[in-house]
């Protein structure tokens, strides 16, 4: 079975860092230690972080759901 399109782990992160008034520089290593991800995994909660930056009241909808 394949693993879902975004884990729980990298959600966490991306709503953390969307939180976030001043992002951790760098980000990647700052990802990867405070939640223990790959560095795959923290570019994709970068992107994601973004999209919810850029989009809070349709993921805050969703979450209503």
Request: aromatic fraction near 4%.
């Given at each position: 079975?394949?693993?879902?399109?975004?884990?729980?782990?990298?959600?966490?992160?991306?709503?953390?860092?969307?939180?976030?008034?001043?992002?951790p520089?760098?980000?990647v290593?700052?990802?990867?230690?405070?939640?223990?991800?790959?560095?795959?995994?923290?570019?994709?909660?970068?992107?994601?972080?973004?999209?919810?930056?850029?989009?809070?009241?349709?993921?805050?909808?969703?979450?209503?759901?």
């Amino acid at each position: 079975m394949s693993e879902p399109v975004t884990s729980a782990k990298v959600d966490g992160a991306a709503r953390w860092l969307a939180e976030q008034a001043e992002p951790p520089h760098p980000a990647v290593p700052a990802l990867k230690s405070r939640f223990d991800l790959s560095a795959v995994e923290a570019c994709k909660a970068i992107a994601l972080a973004q999209h919810y930056r850029a989009n809070p009241s349709r993921d805050d909808e969703r979450n209503d759901a």
